[in-house]
């Protein structure tokens, strides 16, 4: 699954399983530590690899960070993706779990 956006950057291979745990998670706006604990009872994922995926996510405009109220928040493209995730999953069958997203 390849997701558009407008940046020169590369992007690596993202599962899309992480990508859309984070991205619901954040449609309310979610602290660190609250995220973290929400990623882990879905699937194990370190604290590092987690900061990785928000770095990504934040650097193509997916989530950004509020740091006044130091929470996570799902911008539109995010809201995009989550879309683009459901609808890729509805016509293959997949699960998340088979989606892998790279951003161009």
């Not at 929400?38 to 928000?54: A, E, G, N, V």
């Amino acid at each position: 699954m390849r997701f558009t956006n407008h940046r020169n950057t590369k992007s690596p291979k993202l599962r899309g399983v992480i990508v859309e745990s984070i991205l619901t998670s954040c449609v309310n706006g979610v602290s660190i530590c609250e995220l973290s604990l929400k990623i882990q009872r879905i699937l194990p994922l370190s604290h590092r690899d987690l900061k990785r995926y928000l770095f990504y996510l934040i650097n193509y405009d997916l989530v950004s960070y509020d740091g006044q109220r130091q929470l996570f928040i799902t911008e539109e493209g995010g809201f995009d993706l989550l879309h683009m995730i459901n609808k890729e999953k509805k016509m293959t069958m997949a699960n998340s779990e088979d989606i892998v997203i790279m951003i161009e």
